[in-house]
């Protein structure tokens, strides 16, 4: 079981927009700033959101990050066909070691 | 342009040794930490631990404390993941990642292409 929880599955139609959540506690997202990671199918996972809401350059503006307390949000807008991936987060607790969730497999149906 | 290249695929038996590595390249090695991550079949990423090559400081995850070795030399630029007894279980892909900071906060911006190790007798 993966300290960080995100629900395994989420789907969306082309255009949707579709959001992933990821809940932790005081400890780890309470206390610092979240990531997410998208894993193509036979890939390494590629850095997608940093320091909770921040978009490394390249990643589309479909693409958005949030947290609030121990929870945060991936939200993707216009969701596409290439979208359909696996989601983790990831976050670091209080004692430096680091923390991913257990993913969300992204289907756009 | 920032790079982790990573050895290739291996097959070893159980009870076998086995180090792979994390080559950096385009960027100061000794300056960023460089963490490992690993992915058993069909799941999900799990923190392994970290080292900051300039002075070779590693941390482990506790689920991984003395099961695994992480080490690297700097005058090669290059990381290293041991193992000094597999086992079926240690079958899994592992990735390493270079550790970014902004702003005070700690984020994995570059990753190698995996390397993926099947033990089997």
């Known amino acids: 079981q993966s300290v960080l929880t995100q629900p395994p599955s989420a789907s969306g139609t082309p255009g949707q927009r579709v959001t992933i959540s990821c809940s932790g506690s005081s400890s780890n997202i309470g206390s610092n700033t979240v990531n997410w990671y998208q894993q193509l199918p036979g890939t390494a996972p590629k850095l997608l959101i940093y320091s909770n809401n921040q978009r490394p350059s390249g990643v589309p503006d479909r693409f958005s990050g949030s947290k609030s307390g121990t929870s945060a949000s991936l939200a993707i807008s216009g969701l596409q066909s290439e979208d359909e991936a696996d989601y983790y987060c990831?976050?670091?607790?209080?004692?430096?070691?680091?923390?991913f969730g257990g993913g969300t497999k992204l289907t756009v149906l | 342009e920032v790079q982790l290249v990573q050895s290739g695929a291996e097959v070893k038996k159980p009870g076998e040794s086995l180090k792979i590595s994390c080559k950096g390249s385009g960027y100061s090695f000794t300056s960023y930490w460089i963490g490992w991550v690993r992915q058993m079949p069909g799941k999900g990423l799990e923190w392994m631990g970290i080292i900051y090559p300039g002075d070779s400081d590693t941390r482990y995850s506790p689920s991984f404390q003395g099961q695994v070795t992480i080490s690297a030399d700097k005058s090669i630029s290059t990381a290293y993941l041991q193992w000094s007894s597999l086992k079926a279980s240690d079958t899994a892909m592992y990735y390493c990642?270079?550790?970014?900071?902004?702003?005070?906060?700690?984020?994995?911006?570059?990753w190698g292409q995996g390397t993926l190790v099947t033990v089997s007798s």
């Open positions: 990831a976050a670091w607790d209080d004692s430096l070691n680091g923390l």
């Open positions: 990642a270079r550790r970014e900071i902004s702003s005070g906060w700690y984020y994995f911006d570059y």
